[in-house]
Nanobody, 127 residues
Framework: QVQLVESGGGLVQAGGSLRLSCAASGRTFGSYAMGWFRQAPGKQRESVAAISRGGGSTYYADSVKGRFTISRDNAKNTVSLQMNSLKPEDTAAYYC????????????????????WGQGTQVTVSS
C-alpha cells in the first residue's frame, strides 16, 4: 500500500505561482509513474501533468503547457508541480496519483490507470 499526501495549495492571484508537492510512502516509489490531476466543482477529473518512473519523460495537458512543470525526486519520494502564470481556470482540487503499471504516452492522461491517490489540495486563483 502506498500513501500519497499533497501540500502546497492555496489562494493566489492570477499571474502568480504555486508549487505543489506530493510525498509518498513506501520503498518502491521509483517504480511508479506519477501524475497530477485536478477537479473543479461540477467537472470531471482531468490530467494536468505526468512523469515517468525515472523522470525522463513528462507529459502535460495542453492547457498548462509552458506554465506548469512536473518533477520528481525518487531519493526523497516526492513529486512536485510548479505552477506559474496561474489563471482563474486553474482553480481546482489537485490530486497526486501513482501508477504501478507500465504506462505509454496515451495512458498517462487516464485516471483509471492510476492505483494510488492523495487526498487533494485546493488551488484557488483569483482574477
Amino acid at each position: 500500500q502506498v500513501q500519497l499526501v499533497e501540500s502546497g495549495g492555496g489562494l493566489v492571484q492570477a499571474g502568480g505561482s504555486l508549487r505543489l508537492s506530493c510525498a509518498a510512502s513506501g520503498r518502491t516509489f521509483g517504480s511508479y509513474a506519477m501524475g497530477w490531476f485536478r477537479q473543479a466543482p461540477g467537472k470531471q477529473r482531468e490530467s494536468v501533468a505526468a512523469i515517468s518512473r525515472g523522470g525522463g519523460s513528462t507529459y502535460y495537458a495542453d492547457s498548462v503547457k509552458g506554465r506548469f512543470t512536473i518533477s520528481r525526486d525518487n531519493a526523497k519520494n516526492t513529486v512536485s508541480l510548479q505552477m506559474n502564470s496561474l489563471k482563474p481556470e486553474d482553480t481546482a482540487a489537485y490530486y497526486c496519483a501513482g501508477s504501478r503499471k507500465i504506462l505509454y504516452s496515451s495512458n498517462y492522461y487516464l485516471p483509471r490507470e492510476y492505483d494510488y491517490w492523495g487526498q487533494g489540495t485546493q488551488v484557488t486563483v483569483s482574477s
